[in-house]
Protein backbone atom coordinates (compact mmCIF):
# COMPACT_ATOMS: atom_id res chain seq x y z
CA UNK A 1 0.00 0.00 0.00
CA UNK A 2 2.94 2.38 0.80
CA UNK A 3 4.11 2.37 -3.34
CA UNK A 4 0.15 2.77 -3.89
CA UNK A 5 0.26 6.15 -1.97
CA UNK A 6 3.84 7.45 -3.37
CA UNK A 7 2.24 6.49 -7.04
CA UNK A 8 -0.66 8.39 -6.15
CA UNK A 9 1.55 11.54 -4.69
CA UNK A 10 4.14 11.53 -7.97
CA UNK A 11 0.86 11.23 -10.49
CA UNK A 12 -0.91 14.36 -8.66
CA UNK A 13 2.57 16.36 -8.63
CA UNK A 14 2.90 15.55 -12.37
CA UNK A 15 -0.57 16.47 -13.12
CA UNK A 16 0.38 20.00 -11.36
CA UNK A 17 3.03 20.26 -13.85
CA UNK A 18 1.00 19.12 -16.45
CA UNK A 19 -1.86 21.63 -15.90
CA UNK A 20 0.70 24.32 -15.43
CA UNK A 21 1.98 24.09 -18.73
CA UNK A 22 -1.38 24.27 -20.59
CA UNK A 23 -1.88 27.15 -22.74
CA UNK A 24 -5.59 27.12 -22.07
CA UNK A 25 -7.00 29.03 -18.89
CA UNK A 26 -6.87 27.26 -15.66
CA UNK A 27 -9.64 28.58 -13.53
CA UNK A 28 -12.14 27.01 -13.65
CA UNK A 29 -10.41 23.78 -14.65
CA UNK A 30 -11.73 20.29 -14.20
CA UNK A 31 -9.53 17.83 -13.23
CA UNK A 32 -11.55 14.80 -13.78
CA UNK A 33 -11.94 16.09 -17.81
CA UNK A 34 -8.69 16.00 -19.72
CA UNK A 35 -8.09 16.57 -23.09
CA UNK A 36 -5.60 15.43 -26.10
CA UNK A 37 -5.25 17.30 -29.31
CA UNK A 38 -3.61 16.48 -32.95
CA UNK A 39 -3.29 12.93 -31.81
CA UNK A 40 -3.27 9.88 -33.93
CA UNK A 41 -6.06 7.68 -33.17
CA UNK A 42 -5.65 3.94 -33.97
CA UNK A 43 -9.40 2.62 -35.24
CA UNK A 44 -8.06 -1.10 -34.20
CA UNK A 45 -11.62 -2.69 -35.42
CA UNK A 46 -10.72 -0.56 -39.08
CA UNK A 47 -7.05 -1.49 -38.65
CA UNK A 48 -5.93 2.43 -39.86
CA UNK A 49 -4.86 5.24 -38.59
CA UNK A 50 -7.52 8.62 -37.71
CA UNK A 51 -5.21 11.55 -38.02
CA UNK A 52 -5.17 14.91 -36.41
CA UNK A 53 -8.10 13.83 -33.72
CA UNK A 54 -9.37 15.50 -30.16
CA UNK A 55 -10.27 12.84 -27.77
CA UNK A 56 -11.80 14.15 -24.30
CA UNK A 57 -12.11 12.10 -21.22
CA UNK A 58 -14.13 12.93 -18.41
CA UNK A 59 -12.75 10.41 -15.18
CA UNK A 60 -13.16 6.76 -16.52
CA UNK A 61 -14.48 7.13 -19.63
CA UNK A 62 -14.29 8.52 -23.24
CA UNK A 63 -16.52 11.14 -23.86
CA UNK A 64 -15.87 12.67 -27.30
CA UNK A 65 -13.55 11.72 -30.12
CA UNK A 66 -12.95 13.28 -34.15
CA UNK A 67 -11.20 15.24 -35.86
CA UNK A 68 -9.53 18.85 -34.29
CA UNK A 69 -11.93 21.47 -34.04
CA UNK A 70 -14.76 19.22 -34.95
CA UNK A 71 -14.92 17.75 -30.70
CA UNK A 72 -15.81 20.99 -27.96
CA UNK A 73 -13.61 20.48 -25.16
CA UNK A 74 -15.10 21.76 -21.86
CA UNK A 75 -14.12 25.24 -20.65
CA UNK A 76 -11.13 25.02 -18.39
CA UNK A 77 -10.68 21.57 -19.02
CA UNK A 78 -6.57 21.07 -19.37
CA UNK A 79 -5.94 20.31 -23.03
CA UNK A 80 -2.74 19.02 -23.89
CA UNK A 81 -1.10 19.13 -27.89
CA UNK A 82 -0.57 15.93 -28.90
CA UNK A 83 1.08 16.55 -32.58
CA UNK A 84 3.19 13.94 -33.61
CA UNK A 85 2.00 10.54 -30.94
CA UNK A 86 -0.37 8.19 -31.52
CA UNK A 87 -3.40 6.89 -29.31
CA UNK A 88 -3.91 3.05 -28.51
CA UNK A 89 -6.52 1.25 -26.92
CA UNK A 90 -4.79 -0.20 -23.43
CA UNK A 91 -3.34 -3.34 -24.08
CA UNK A 92 -4.10 -6.99 -23.21
CA UNK A 93 -2.58 -9.89 -21.74
CA UNK A 94 -4.63 -12.97 -22.53
CA UNK A 95 -2.39 -15.54 -21.35
CA UNK A 96 -0.62 -14.46 -18.32
CA UNK A 97 -0.34 -16.12 -14.00
CA UNK A 98 -0.97 -13.16 -11.94
CA UNK A 99 0.02 -14.88 -8.99
CA UNK A 100 3.03 -16.95 -10.18
CA UNK A 101 5.54 -14.32 -8.87
CA UNK A 102 5.24 -15.46 -5.34
CA UNK A 103 2.67 -15.15 -3.46
CA UNK A 104 1.31 -12.52 -1.02
CA UNK A 105 3.40 -9.64 -2.32
CA UNK A 106 4.42 -10.94 -6.08
CA UNK A 107 1.30 -10.01 -7.92
CA UNK A 108 1.09 -6.90 -6.35
CA UNK A 109 4.72 -5.75 -6.19
CA UNK A 110 6.34 -7.91 -9.20
CA UNK A 111 3.88 -8.49 -11.80
CA UNK A 112 1.72 -5.75 -11.75
CA UNK A 113 4.49 -2.86 -12.03
CA UNK A 114 5.47 -4.21 -14.96
CA UNK A 115 2.43 -4.75 -16.69
CA UNK A 116 1.49 -0.92 -16.26
CA UNK A 117 4.70 0.48 -17.64
CA UNK A 118 4.35 -1.51 -20.47
CA UNK A 119 0.93 -0.33 -21.39
CA UNK A 120 -0.82 -3.48 -20.18
CA UNK A 121 -4.64 -2.64 -18.38
CA UNK A 122 -6.15 -5.52 -18.60
CA UNK A 123 -5.53 -9.50 -18.21
CA UNK A 124 -6.91 -12.72 -18.52
CA UNK A 125 -5.12 -14.55 -15.77
CA UNK A 126 -5.10 -18.37 -16.40
CA UNK A 127 -4.98 -20.14 -13.23
CA UNK A 128 -4.11 -18.86 -10.01
CA UNK A 129 -4.50 -18.52 -6.41
CA UNK A 130 -8.18 -17.61 -5.78
CA UNK A 131 -7.32 -16.35 -1.55
CA UNK A 132 -5.09 -13.87 -3.10
CA UNK A 133 -6.45 -12.53 -6.57
CA UNK A 134 -9.61 -12.16 -4.94
CA UNK A 135 -8.46 -9.17 -2.61
CA UNK A 136 -6.52 -8.34 -5.20
CA UNK A 137 -9.48 -7.68 -7.80
CA UNK A 138 -11.42 -6.20 -4.98
CA UNK A 139 -8.68 -3.40 -4.00
CA UNK A 140 -8.20 -2.74 -8.04
CA UNK A 141 -11.92 -2.38 -8.41
CA UNK A 142 -12.36 -0.56 -5.12
CA UNK A 143 -9.42 2.03 -6.24
CA UNK A 144 -7.51 1.08 -3.21
CA UNK A 145 -4.79 -0.21 -5.42
CA UNK A 146 -3.52 0.78 -8.54
CA UNK A 147 -3.12 -1.70 -11.24
CA UNK A 148 -5.11 -3.73 -14.32
CA UNK A 149 -8.46 -5.40 -14.14
CA UNK A 150 -8.41 -8.63 -14.97
CA UNK A 151 -10.69 -12.24 -14.90
CA UNK A 152 -9.65 -15.54 -13.06
CA UNK A 153 -10.44 -19.08 -13.37
CA UNK A 154 -9.15 -19.75 -10.27
CA UNK A 155 -7.25 -22.98 -9.88
CA UNK A 156 -6.89 -25.96 -13.15
CA UNK A 157 -8.58 -28.71 -13.57
CA UNK A 158 -6.27 -31.81 -14.09
CA UNK A 159 -5.27 -35.54 -14.07
CA UNK A 160 -3.14 -36.78 -11.33
CA UNK A 161 -0.39 -36.28 -10.64
CA UNK A 162 -1.21 -32.41 -11.45
CA UNK A 163 1.01 -30.06 -13.75
CA UNK A 164 1.07 -27.32 -11.77
CA UNK A 165 -0.38 -25.48 -8.62
CA UNK A 166 -3.24 -24.78 -7.70
CA UNK A 167 -5.24 -27.68 -9.07
CA UNK A 168 -8.31 -29.27 -8.53
CA UNK A 169 -7.56 -32.86 -9.47
CA UNK A 170 -10.44 -34.45 -11.42
CA UNK A 171 -10.39 -38.11 -12.40
CA UNK A 172 -14.03 -38.96 -13.34
CA UNK A 173 -16.96 -37.27 -14.52
CA UNK A 174 -18.58 -37.06 -10.67
CA UNK A 175 -15.50 -35.28 -10.30
CA UNK A 176 -15.39 -33.02 -13.37
CA UNK A 177 -18.99 -32.00 -12.92
CA UNK A 178 -18.48 -31.06 -8.91
CA UNK A 179 -15.18 -29.07 -9.80
CA UNK A 180 -16.77 -27.16 -12.12
CA UNK A 181 -19.86 -26.87 -9.84
CA UNK A 182 -17.68 -25.72 -6.85
CA UNK A 183 -15.66 -22.98 -8.77
CA UNK A 184 -18.62 -21.37 -9.50
CA UNK A 185 -19.45 -21.21 -6.46
CA UNK A 186 -16.02 -19.55 -5.25
CA UNK A 187 -16.92 -16.78 -7.99
CA UNK A 188 -14.29 -17.75 -10.90
CA UNK A 189 -15.20 -16.08 -14.11
CA UNK A 190 -14.46 -19.18 -16.17
CA UNK A 191 -12.75 -23.15 -16.26
CA UNK A 192 -9.84 -23.54 -16.99
CA UNK A 193 -8.45 -27.19 -17.95
CA UNK A 194 -5.25 -28.96 -18.55
CA UNK A 195 -3.08 -31.47 -19.99
CA UNK A 196 -3.23 -34.60 -17.84
CA UNK A 197 -7.29 -34.69 -17.78
CA UNK A 198 -8.77 -38.16 -18.91
CA UNK A 199 -11.31 -38.22 -21.31
CA UNK A 200 -14.07 -38.79 -19.01
CA UNK A 201 -13.23 -36.30 -16.69
CA UNK A 202 -12.72 -33.57 -19.63
CA UNK A 203 -16.02 -34.23 -21.19
CA UNK A 204 -17.94 -34.38 -18.19
CA UNK A 205 -16.55 -30.96 -17.72
CA UNK A 206 -17.14 -29.66 -20.90
CA UNK A 207 -21.17 -30.97 -20.80
CA UNK A 208 -21.22 -29.26 -16.90
CA UNK A 209 -19.80 -25.93 -18.38
CA UNK A 210 -22.35 -25.90 -20.85
CA UNK A 211 -25.30 -26.76 -18.68
CA UNK A 212 -23.86 -23.84 -16.65
CA UNK A 213 -23.79 -21.61 -19.53
CA UNK A 214 -19.74 -20.64 -18.79
CA UNK A 215 -16.69 -20.51 -20.68
CA UNK A 216 -14.16 -23.33 -20.73
CA UNK A 217 -10.60 -23.19 -21.60
CA UNK A 218 -7.27 -23.84 -21.55
CA UNK A 219 -4.88 -26.74 -23.00
CA UNK A 220 -6.20 -29.61 -25.20
CA UNK A 221 -5.37 -32.90 -22.92
CA UNK A 222 -3.21 -34.96 -24.37
CA UNK A 223 -6.31 -37.98 -24.51
CA UNK A 224 -8.11 -35.41 -26.31
CA UNK A 225 -7.62 -34.39 -29.91
CA UNK A 226 -7.99 -30.46 -30.98
CA UNK A 227 -11.11 -31.55 -33.06
CA UNK A 228 -12.90 -33.07 -29.64
CA UNK A 229 -11.93 -30.39 -27.80
CA UNK A 230 -13.53 -27.89 -30.70
CA UNK A 231 -16.53 -29.97 -31.34
CA UNK A 232 -16.88 -30.38 -27.20
CA UNK A 233 -17.52 -26.22 -26.54
CA UNK A 234 -14.11 -25.37 -25.67
CA UNK A 235 -13.45 -22.00 -26.55
CA UNK A 236 -10.21 -20.65 -26.45
CA UNK A 237 -6.67 -23.13 -26.93
CA UNK A 238 -3.46 -22.27 -25.20
CA UNK A 239 -0.23 -22.53 -26.44
CA UNK A 240 -1.38 -24.59 -29.97
CA UNK A 241 -1.83 -27.59 -27.66
CA UNK A 242 -2.27 -30.89 -29.63
CA UNK A 243 -3.28 -28.93 -32.71
CA UNK A 244 0.17 -29.70 -34.78
CA UNK A 245 -0.41 -33.18 -33.73
CA UNK A 246 -4.20 -32.67 -34.96
CA UNK A 247 -2.69 -31.67 -38.45
CA UNK A 248 -1.20 -35.33 -38.54
CA UNK A 249 -2.39 -37.75 -41.27
CA UNK A 250 -3.20 -40.11 -39.02
CA UNK A 251 -3.20 -38.34 -35.09
CA UNK A 252 -4.80 -41.82 -33.99
CA UNK A 253 -1.43 -43.57 -34.32
CA UNK A 254 0.74 -41.00 -33.06
CA UNK A 255 -1.46 -40.78 -30.08
CA UNK A 256 -0.91 -44.58 -29.25
CA UNK A 257 2.62 -44.00 -29.88
CA UNK A 258 2.32 -41.66 -27.35
CA UNK A 259 0.78 -43.06 -24.82
CA UNK A 260 2.64 -46.79 -25.34
CA UNK A 261 4.62 -47.81 -22.41
CA UNK A 262 7.78 -48.60 -22.89
CA UNK A 263 8.73 -52.42 -22.57
CA UNK A 264 11.92 -51.50 -20.16
CA UNK A 265 12.53 -48.77 -17.68
CA UNK A 266 13.86 -46.21 -19.40
CA UNK A 267 16.84 -43.74 -18.57
CA UNK A 268 15.99 -40.04 -18.36
CA UNK A 269 18.20 -39.45 -21.75
CA UNK A 270 16.12 -43.04 -23.27
CA UNK A 271 12.89 -41.17 -22.28
CA UNK A 272 14.04 -37.75 -24.22
CA UNK A 273 15.36 -39.32 -26.73
CA UNK A 274 11.94 -41.09 -27.69
CA UNK A 275 9.95 -38.14 -26.97
CA UNK A 276 12.18 -35.98 -29.82
CA UNK A 277 11.46 -39.24 -32.36
CA UNK A 278 8.03 -38.91 -31.77
CA UNK A 279 8.02 -34.93 -32.34
CA UNK A 280 10.10 -35.69 -35.75
CA UNK A 281 7.35 -38.19 -36.86
CA UNK A 282 4.58 -35.77 -35.86
CA UNK A 283 6.24 -32.96 -37.92
CA UNK A 284 6.77 -35.73 -40.91
CA UNK A 285 3.04 -36.66 -41.20
CA UNK A 286 2.19 -32.85 -41.69
CA UNK A 287 -0.91 -32.92 -43.62
CA UNK A 288 -2.21 -29.59 -45.47
CA UNK A 289 -5.38 -31.13 -46.21
CA UNK A 290 -5.64 -32.23 -42.79
CA UNK A 291 -4.98 -29.05 -40.97
CA UNK A 292 -7.20 -27.01 -43.58
CA UNK A 293 -10.13 -29.43 -42.13
CA UNK A 294 -9.12 -28.56 -38.55
CA UNK A 295 -9.17 -25.18 -39.10
CA UNK A 296 -12.69 -25.60 -40.50
CA UNK A 297 -13.99 -27.26 -37.43
CA UNK A 298 -12.23 -24.58 -35.05
CA UNK A 299 -14.21 -21.77 -37.20
CA UNK A 300 -17.65 -23.37 -37.51
CA UNK A 301 -17.00 -24.22 -33.31
CA UNK A 302 -15.82 -20.85 -32.54
CA UNK A 303 -12.82 -21.53 -31.15
CA UNK A 304 -10.39 -19.44 -30.73
CA UNK A 305 -6.07 -19.49 -30.02
CA UNK A 306 -4.14 -18.04 -27.62
CA UNK A 307 -0.80 -19.21 -29.95
CA UNK A 308 1.80 -17.43 -26.60
CA UNK A 309 4.69 -17.50 -29.63
CA UNK A 310 7.09 -16.07 -27.25
CA UNK A 311 6.50 -19.18 -25.23
CA UNK A 312 6.98 -21.33 -27.94
CA UNK A 313 9.97 -19.81 -29.04
CA UNK A 314 11.94 -19.66 -25.81
CA UNK A 315 11.57 -23.17 -25.29
CA UNK A 316 12.23 -24.15 -29.09
CA UNK A 317 15.72 -22.04 -28.78
CA UNK A 318 16.91 -22.60 -25.19
CA UNK A 319 20.44 -22.84 -26.45
CA UNK A 320 20.26 -19.24 -28.15
CA UNK A 321 20.92 -16.16 -26.18
CA UNK A 322 18.44 -14.01 -26.87
CA UNK A 323 16.64 -10.95 -25.46
CA UNK A 324 15.21 -12.17 -22.29
CA UNK A 325 17.87 -14.71 -22.06
CA UNK A 326 21.02 -12.26 -22.35
CA UNK A 327 23.35 -11.86 -18.97
CA UNK A 328 23.45 -8.23 -20.09
CA UNK A 329 19.59 -8.09 -20.42
CA UNK A 330 18.81 -4.82 -18.79
CA UNK A 331 15.05 -5.74 -18.14
CA UNK A 332 16.31 -8.83 -15.85
CA UNK A 333 16.90 -6.36 -12.82
CA UNK A 334 12.92 -6.62 -13.22
CA UNK A 335 13.19 -10.39 -11.69
CA UNK A 336 13.66 -11.36 -8.08
CA UNK A 337 16.26 -13.25 -7.44
CA UNK A 338 14.84 -16.47 -6.48
CA UNK A 339 12.47 -16.69 -9.99
CA UNK A 340 15.68 -15.47 -11.81
CA UNK A 341 18.14 -18.29 -10.43
CA UNK A 342 14.79 -20.93 -11.08
CA UNK A 343 14.81 -19.51 -14.87
CA UNK A 344 18.57 -20.28 -15.48
CA UNK A 345 18.43 -23.65 -13.40
CA UNK A 346 15.32 -24.47 -15.96
CA UNK A 347 17.41 -23.23 -19.23
CA UNK A 348 20.54 -24.79 -18.10
CA UNK A 349 18.68 -28.49 -17.87
CA UNK A 350 17.63 -27.97 -21.36
CA UNK A 351 20.64 -27.05 -22.61
CA UNK A 352 22.33 -29.82 -21.59
CA UNK A 353 20.29 -32.50 -23.40
CA UNK A 354 19.63 -30.70 -26.13
CA UNK A 355 21.57 -31.60 -29.68
CA UNK A 356 21.78 -29.84 -32.86
CA UNK A 357 19.97 -31.93 -34.47
CA UNK A 358 17.12 -31.29 -32.08
CA UNK A 359 17.47 -27.67 -32.42
CA UNK A 360 16.74 -27.91 -35.97
CA UNK A 361 13.83 -29.68 -35.23
CA UNK A 362 12.19 -27.51 -32.82
CA UNK A 363 12.65 -24.56 -34.78
CA UNK A 364 10.64 -26.25 -37.54
CA UNK A 365 8.10 -27.40 -35.29
CA UNK A 366 8.46 -23.21 -34.17
CA UNK A 367 8.12 -22.41 -37.40
CA UNK A 368 5.35 -24.71 -38.24
CA UNK A 369 3.17 -23.40 -35.67
CA UNK A 370 3.85 -19.68 -36.75
CA UNK A 371 2.66 -20.87 -40.44
CA UNK A 372 -0.84 -22.27 -38.56
CA UNK A 373 -1.20 -18.75 -36.62
CA UNK A 374 -0.98 -17.09 -39.88
CA UNK A 375 -3.74 -19.75 -41.71
CA UNK A 376 -5.63 -18.94 -38.43
CA UNK A 377 -6.08 -15.29 -39.10
CA UNK A 378 -6.45 -15.86 -42.72
CA UNK A 379 -9.29 -18.52 -41.70
CA UNK A 380 -10.89 -15.84 -39.61
CA UNK A 381 -10.18 -17.47 -36.52
CA UNK A 382 -9.52 -15.19 -33.72
CA UNK A 383 -6.60 -14.91 -32.36
CA UNK A 384 -5.63 -13.56 -29.21
CA UNK A 385 -2.16 -12.20 -27.79
CA UNK A 386 -0.91 -13.87 -24.73
CA UNK A 387 2.57 -14.46 -23.33
CA UNK A 388 2.39 -17.11 -20.27
CA UNK A 389 4.39 -14.69 -18.25
CA UNK A 390 5.86 -15.11 -16.14
CA UNK A 391 7.10 -18.75 -17.23
CA UNK A 392 10.87 -18.52 -17.64
CA UNK A 393 12.51 -15.76 -19.58
CA UNK A 394 8.70 -14.11 -19.96
CA UNK A 395 9.38 -11.17 -18.68
CA UNK A 396 5.61 -9.88 -17.55
CA UNK A 397 4.56 -6.65 -19.33
CA UNK A 398 7.47 -6.82 -21.71
CA UNK A 399 6.64 -10.25 -23.18
CA UNK A 400 3.51 -8.67 -24.67
CA UNK A 401 5.61 -6.63 -26.85
CA UNK A 402 7.85 -9.45 -27.79
CA UNK A 403 4.46 -11.35 -28.90
CA UNK A 404 2.99 -8.63 -30.98
CA UNK A 405 6.33 -8.85 -32.88
CA UNK A 406 6.35 -12.60 -32.80
CA UNK A 407 2.78 -12.30 -34.31
CA UNK A 408 3.61 -10.03 -36.94
CA UNK A 409 6.77 -11.97 -37.96
CA UNK A 410 4.68 -15.36 -38.63
CA UNK A 411 2.63 -13.38 -41.12
CA UNK A 412 -0.05 -11.05 -39.22
CA UNK A 413 -0.07 -7.46 -40.45
CA UNK A 414 0.76 -5.01 -37.24
CA UNK A 415 -3.27 -4.00 -37.13
CA UNK A 416 -4.00 -7.84 -36.48
CA UNK A 417 -1.82 -8.02 -34.20
CA UNK A 418 -2.75 -4.91 -32.56
CA UNK A 419 -6.36 -6.11 -32.64
CA UNK A 420 -5.46 -9.61 -31.01
CA UNK A 421 -4.39 -7.58 -27.77
CA UNK A 422 -6.93 -4.86 -27.86
CA UNK A 423 -10.39 -5.37 -29.20
CA UNK A 424 -10.08 -9.16 -29.70
CA UNK A 425 -9.79 -10.11 -26.25
CA UNK A 426 -12.28 -7.76 -25.51
CA UNK A 427 -15.16 -9.69 -28.13
CA UNK A 428 -13.79 -12.89 -26.40
CA UNK A 429 -14.99 -11.67 -22.99
CA UNK A 430 -18.45 -9.80 -23.97
CA UNK A 431 -17.17 -6.62 -23.13
CA UNK A 432 -16.70 -4.78 -26.49
CA UNK A 433 -19.06 -1.87 -25.27
CA UNK A 434 -17.07 -1.12 -22.66
CA UNK A 435 -13.40 -1.73 -23.91
CA UNK A 436 -11.10 -2.51 -26.53
CA UNK A 437 -11.30 0.49 -28.75
CA UNK A 438 -11.55 4.11 -28.91
CA UNK A 439 -14.98 5.62 -28.88
CA UNK A 440 -17.20 7.23 -26.45
CA UNK A 441 -18.45 5.27 -23.76
CA UNK A 442 -15.86 2.92 -23.66
CA UNK A 443 -13.42 3.05 -20.38
CA UNK A 444 -10.52 5.40 -20.63
CA UNK A 445 -7.52 2.32 -20.75
CA UNK A 446 -5.20 3.92 -23.37
CA UNK A 447 -1.70 4.10 -23.95
CA UNK A 448 0.03 7.23 -26.04
CA UNK A 449 2.77 6.00 -28.08
CA UNK A 450 5.54 8.21 -29.50
CA UNK A 451 5.84 6.56 -32.74
CA UNK A 452 3.06 4.53 -35.07
CA UNK A 453 2.53 0.94 -34.25
CA UNK A 454 0.85 0.67 -37.78
CA UNK A 455 3.91 1.17 -39.43
CA UNK A 456 6.46 -0.86 -36.80
CA UNK A 457 4.92 -3.23 -34.71
CA UNK A 458 8.11 -2.42 -32.29
CA UNK A 459 6.57 0.87 -31.73
CA UNK A 460 4.15 -0.01 -29.12
CA UNK A 461 7.08 0.23 -26.68
CA UNK A 462 7.47 3.70 -27.10
CA UNK A 463 5.03 4.69 -24.44
CA UNK A 464 4.73 8.35 -23.28
CA UNK A 465 1.45 8.08 -21.37
CA UNK A 466 -1.22 5.40 -19.57
CA UNK A 467 -4.39 6.26 -19.41
CA UNK A 468 -5.80 3.34 -16.52
CA UNK A 469 -9.53 4.19 -16.16
CA UNK A 470 -8.73 7.78 -16.69
CA UNK A 471 -6.29 7.40 -14.17
CA UNK A 472 -3.18 9.43 -16.12
CA UNK A 473 0.15 7.40 -15.54
CA UNK A 474 2.99 9.90 -17.10
CA UNK A 475 6.37 8.85 -18.17
CA UNK A 476 8.25 10.02 -14.75
CA UNK A 477 5.10 7.94 -13.17
CA UNK A 478 5.91 5.20 -15.39
CA UNK A 479 9.96 4.76 -14.81
CA UNK A 480 9.46 5.42 -10.84
CA UNK A 481 7.18 2.13 -11.10
CA UNK A 482 9.66 0.29 -12.69
CA UNK A 483 11.95 1.68 -10.22
CA UNK A 484 10.42 0.23 -7.31
CA UNK A 485 9.56 -2.85 -8.94
CA UNK A 486 13.37 -3.10 -9.47
CA UNK A 487 14.39 -2.55 -5.72
CA UNK A 488 11.30 -4.90 -4.89
CA UNK A 489 13.83 -7.51 -6.74
CA UNK A 490 16.82 -7.11 -5.73
CA UNK A 491 15.84 -7.80 -2.15
CA UNK A 492 13.66 -10.98 -3.03
Known amino acids: ?230 RAGQHTIEHLTNVLRGCAQDEAALMREQFRVPPRPETPAQAHARVVAWQRRMLDQFSDPTAAALLQQFKSSDTWQTPTLILLQNDAFPTLANAADAENDERLKHIPGVIRASWKKSRADQMARVTSDESALRAALLQKSMDLVKQMQASGIPVLAGTDAPAPFVLPGFSLHEELALLVRAGLTPAQALRAATLTPAELLHVEKDRGSIAPGKYADLVVLDANPLEDIHNTTKIDLVYLRGTLLYRPALDTLLEGEAQFAATH
Not at 201 to 228: L, M, N, W
Open 1 to 230: MKSSLALNLLLTLTACAWFASCNRPRPPWHPEITALTHIGVIDVAEGKLLPDQTVVVDRDRIVAVGPFGSVAIPEGAPAQNAEGKFLIPGLVDSHIHLTAGGEPEGSRQFIIPLLLANGVTSVRDMGGYLESLVPLRKDIRSGKFTGPDFVTPGPYLDGTPPSFQPSVVVTNRVQGEKAVDDLLARGVDFIKVQSLLHRDAYFAIAAESRRKKVAFVGHVPDRVTAAEAS
